[in-house]
């Protein structure tokens, strides 16, 4: 399986700044993936990330509250734009395993609170 | 769309008993069907999944879940538990043409000594 790392780990933020938050892969996959996980809820797939092309996101989600870059194989970047306290949640995100079978394996989460 | 459901919101357990998670989904064929722990702190780890074949699916940490497709259910079990297997169990399931996940609520165990 790929070893997903994320950074930063944890943040607090000030309300209408900005974060960015990193995902690096150790190997070269097609599809990357970001999720948010609100307090106490479920993951819910925010956008769908693939090398030299826009985003996909999902409904609810609009590019200019989170931009998402991928410039290679192995990194891919979430941006959460002017946040606010409900965009206090844990941002994961995956990638797919490359095999027959779709398997996505996910990094450790960022923890973000904003004040 | 497909859709999971996980009908137990928390679960507790004395180690050392059995454990078993309930998932039903809904979704008109076949579905790739996943079950992911999260420990306090860490992102999700894959346990076990099932696309196709025999209907008991033997994962990671002494796990296994059965698919029934009259019952459109995944069911996780575990024989015996550790009190290390206290975290979040996550159901998810994906169409079979495509990568999106959609996940159940979750089920947090706890285990007692």
């Known amino acids: 399986s790929a070893v997903i790392s994320q950074k930063p780990s944890r943040d607090i933020c000030q309300r209408g700044t900005s974060l960015t938050i990193q995902c690096q892969v150790d190997s070269q996959v097609t599809m990357m993936f970001w999720y948010r996980q609100q307090p106490g809820q479920s993951l819910t797939l925010i956008a769908t990330?693939?090398?030299?092309?826009?985003?996909?996101?999902e409904s609810g989600f609009v590019i200019d509250k989170f931009p998402i870059s991928r410039p290679n194989l192995t990194f891919s970047t979430l941006t959460v734009s002017n946040m606010s306290p409900e965009d206090s949640s844990i941002y994961l995100c995956s990638v797919e395993s490359g095999s027959s079978y779709n398997e996505q394996f996910f990094g450790p989460g960022t923890r973000l609170t904003v004040l | 769309a497909q859709s999971v459901t996980q009908p137990d919101i928390h679960i507790t357990v004395s180690e050392g008993a059995s454990l078993e998670l309930r998932c039903n989904y809904s979704?008109?064929?076949?579905?790739?069907l996943f079950w992911y722990v999260q420990s306090p702190g860490q992102g999700l780890q894959l346990l076990l999944k099932?696309?196709?074949?025999?209907?008991l699916v033997q994962g990671i940490k002494g796990f296994e879940a059965e698919f029934k497709r009259s019952q459109s259910s995944f069911n996780l079990r575990k024989p015996s538990v550790h009190w290390s297997d206290a975290a979040e169990y996550f159901c998810a399931v994906q169409r079979s043409n495509d990568y999106k996940l959609s996940f159940g609520a979750g089920t947090t165990v706890t285990v007692r000594a």
């Open positions: 990330a693939n090398q030299g092309s826009e985003a996909t996101y």
């Open positions: 979704y008109g064929a076949t579905p790739y």
């Open positions: 099932y696309f196709s074949g025999d209907t």
